[in-house]
Structure formats: structure tokens, C-alpha cells
């Protein structure tokens, strides 16, 4: 079956550095969303992306969708303590009358104030 | 506007029993899931339902059963309990189209089985 590869699987960062994070997949995806997790609630959509190439940004996070289909990257600039959580990464595969998104194993991120 | 609710937020089991959890979403979205969190596996589809009175297997469906109550209401159970069961759980809602849409979680409900 499909599979999403995220990286990284964790960052320690300090305050203030921008952080990236991608997906790759050997499988070509018609949506990519990214979502944050913090910790004891549930993921929370940041940014959904619907066409090769599209760069969307939501405030200090900016997430691109791959030319190729296969990969998609959120950027974080200037952290902030508040950005410490999982991060997962979400592909659809094209053609699917089912809709089922298959899920990255997350990147955990750390922000030392 | 609640979203997703899932209940209960906690639950202990002994191995070999039963339990149900709830989960109802207020946003008349027609699709729900149910998934499983684990340490290092990430979200791991159980089952969903892509319209009222329909239900399908995920990646993860052994041990578990699921109604698809009204449009509101998708309750996953677990008929005898088992320690590989310990888990998080989500449900979860689609807004938007089965193939372009984006999913809307609930809180969570961690299982205990010992």
C-alpha cells in the first residue's frame, strides 16, 4: 500500500530558528494537508494544498505541494514556544472514491526558549 | 459549535471486556473515521463511513466493530479487549468531498487494557 516517509521524525530547536519538514511518497497524491497535535488533544488542520506547486502560507507557516505530486514541506519561521507538538503530514491518493487519507508518523518538535 | 465529541476521554478495561466509544460531530458532514494512535506508528486507520448506513474496513479493523448510528453519530466497540488494543483513539469527520476533503478530529479517547 501507499506510504508517506516524514522527516524529520523529531527537531530540538531553539526560539526564534525556522523549522522544515517534509513528505515524500512513492505514490502520486491529489491532497496534501498538514496538521498539528498538541499534546493530551487532537490533530488540527494548519494548511491543505489541492494542486501541484501550490504554495500556501497561514501566518508564520508555509506549506508547498510538490511539482512532481509525490512531496509536499511545512516551513515554520521564527518559532515560538507555542509551536512545540507533533506535526503529521496527510496525502490523498488521486482517484479514490473513498477519500481515506494516509498519515506521515509525525515530527515531534521541541522549541528551547 | 462542539465539532467532534468523542466519549469517554478515559477508559481502563480488563482483558475480555467490552466497550463502546461514542463519537458525534455537529457539522453535518456526511463521511466519519475512526483511528488509532500508537507511539511511532502515527494515525492508523480502523474504519470508516462514507455516508450513513454504510461502513468499510480500514488499515487496522481486527478486534473492532462499528455502527454508523444517523448522520451525527459513528460508535467503534471493542467486543473482548486486549492489551495490543492500549491505544488513543480518534474520530474524526470530512468536510468537503470523499476525494479532496480534510478531516476534522475529535479530542481523543485513551483506552487502558490490562
Known amino acids: 500500500g501507499q506510504q508517506l516517509n516524514q522527516s524529520p521524525q523529531s527537531m530540538f530547536i531553539q526560539e526564534g530558528e525556522d523549522v522544515s519538514m517534509n513528505c515524500t511518497s512513492s505514490s502520486i497524491f491529489n491532497t496534501w494537508l498538514w496538521y498539528k497535535q498538541d499534546p493530551g488533544e487532537g490533530p488540527v488542520l494548519l494548511i491543505a494544498?489541492?494542486?501541484?506547486?501550490e504554495l500556501t502560507s497561514n501566518g508564520r507557516l508555509t506549506a508547498q505541494f510538490g511539482i512532481t505530486r509525490k512531496d509536499s514541506f511545512l516551513n515554520i519561521s521564527a518559532s515560538i514556544p507555542s509551536d512545540v507538538g507533533i506535526y503529521f503530514c496527510?496525502?490523498?491518493?488521486?482517484?479514490?472514491?473513498?477519500?481515506?487519507?494516509?498519515f506521515g508518523k509525525g515530527t515531534k518538535l521541541s522549541v528551547k526558549p | 459549535n462542539a465539532g467532534v465529541t468523542q466519549t469517554p476521554k478515559f477508559q481502563v478495561l480488563k482483558t475480555g471486556q467490552s466497550m463502546t466509544l461514542q463519537c458525534a460531530q455537529d457539522m453535518n458532514h456526511n463521511s466519519m473515521y475512526w483511528y488509532r494512535q500508537d507511539p511511532g506508528m502515527g494515525l492508523r486507520l480502523i474504519y470508516y463511513?462514507?455516508?450513513?448506513?454504510?461502513?468499510d474496513k480500514g488499515e487496522v479493523p481486527n478486534g473492532y466493530n462499528v455502527s454508523r448510528l444517523n448522520k451525527r453519530e459513528f460508535s467503534l466497540r471493542l467486543e473482548s479487549a486486549a492489551p495490543s488494543q492500549t491505544s488513543v483513539y480518534f474520530c474524526a469527520s470530512l468536510m468537503g468531498p470523499t476525494n479532496t476533503g480534510e478531516l476534522f478530529f475529535g479530542e481523543g479517547s485513551r483506552l487502558t487494557v490490562l
Open positions: 496527510a496525502g490523498r491518493v488521486g482517484g479514490g472514491s473513498q477519500g481515506n487519507l494516509i
Open positions: 494544498l489541492y494542486k501541484a506547486g
Open positions: 463511513s462514507a455516508s450513513e448506513g454504510t461502513t
